[in-house]
């Protein structure tokens, strides 16, 4: 495997930057750049709402760059989704194809607002000096033409806590819930979201190894704690259950053989994969899935996995499919069914 991946240096896009491996032959993920938050937001289980009237949370205000192939830009799209704020944050897309020049715009996708090529135009419209990976997802501000964030996790956060006034009052961060949201978000980090990463990218057998286990490990203790609830976090869907979907979703169609997690696939765990069709079948959710799109990008990308870049047909698998997860206490949110009183 090529140790050599792309990113900007001092503003200027570079194709011979080291791979992100320890010394062990370890997939390392360099941290995010763009930090800030939105006034109001709530980071954390109990602490205070972000004071930082530089970046008010306005309707129209805000935009997110995403790829319909990116986990890490899945969970934001589907915070904006079930949170109904469609109208308030606007979005587009790049394609999922991933190639030499990074994240590419479109005649079919363009950039609606700085008519961008590659995504590390709208990096470096922000910070002409910049030096790091371009990313999606990124929450852009309209009115400052800057990057407020490229961190998933906070986006997300900040979709779902600051922006309660624009949205349908559906909260995914309840008080009550959010200790135990932030200690599962925690956990299947290190061991899930980023641990296919950990394998497909593992540059020793050790590394591998290790991160196989430690994956097939928290997929074993999640089927044990779904069997015994709805969500992760008990009865209520919550931004927990958005990041771990996003790659739930993903799993069989490319960590499977791509990442070679092949010791087990989602659909072949009872309680993981009537989760998976459960939260599919959420509204507001099967509109952010494009399988298509997470294919292409996965296996067209990544050449020093796949040279032919050959993408392939199947598996067939049915997120629509009935699932049985009703008996347990909890179910979508009441603003999504129409089940409110």
Not at 3 to 30: H, I, K, Q, S, Y
Not at 215 to 230: I, K, N, S, V
Not at 266 to 293: C, I, R, S
């Amino acid at each position: 495997m090529s140790d050599a991946t792309n990113m900007l240096v001092d503003g200027e896009w570079r194709t011979d930057v080291r791979r992100d491996t320890g010394g062990g032959g370890e997939f390392e993920r360099t941290e995010t750049s763009f930090r800030d938050w939105v006034d109001g937001a709530v980071r954390e289980a109990g602490g205070e709402r972000v004071d930082n009237p530089e970046f008010p949370a306005e309707p129209g205000r805000y935009h997110v760059y995403i790829c319909r192939a990116c986990p890490w830009a899945h969970r934001v799209a589907l915070t904006r989704s079930l949170k109904g704020l469609e109208d308030a944050i606007s979005l587009s897309l790049v394609q999922p194809e991933r190639y030499d020049d990074g994240w590419e715009f479109s005649e079919a996708h363009p950039d609606p607002l700085n008519s961008a090529h590659y995504l590390r135009d709208v990096y470096t419209k922000a910070d002409p000096e910049y030096t790091g990976r371009v990313t999606v997802p990124v929450l852009w501000d309209k009115q400052q033409e800057t990057v407020v964030n490229n961190e998933s996790e906070e986006i997300m956060r900040m979709l779902d806590t600051a922006f309660d006034d624009l949205g349908n009052g559906v909260d995914l961060y309840p008080e009550g819930y959010r200790e135990e949201i932030d200690a599962r978000i925690d956990d299947i980090y290190p061991t899930i979201n980023n641990g296919v990463y950990r394998a497909g990218f593992a540059g020793t057998q050790e590394a591998y190894d290790d991160a196989v286990d430690d994956l097939f490990d928290a997929l074993d203790r999640y089927e044990d704690l779904l069997g015994e609830q709805r969500y992760l976090a008990g009865d209520r869907l919550t931004e927990a259950d958005l990041a771990m979907f996003a790659t739930l979703v993903r799993f069989d169609h490319v960590y499977h053989t791509h990442f070679r997690c092949n010791r087990r696939a989602v659909h072949e765990y009872p309680n993981l994969w009537e989760y998976t069709k459960d939260v599919y079948q959420t509204p507001g959710v099967a509109k952010t899935v494009n399988v298509d799109h997470i294919t292409r990008h996965y296996y067209k990308s990544h050449a020093d996995l796949n040279p032919k870049r050959l993408v392939p047909t199947g598996p067939d698998i049915d997120f629509s499919a009935p699932h049985r997860r009703d008996s347990l206490p909890g179910g979508p949110p009441e603003e999504l069914t129409g089940d409110a009183a």
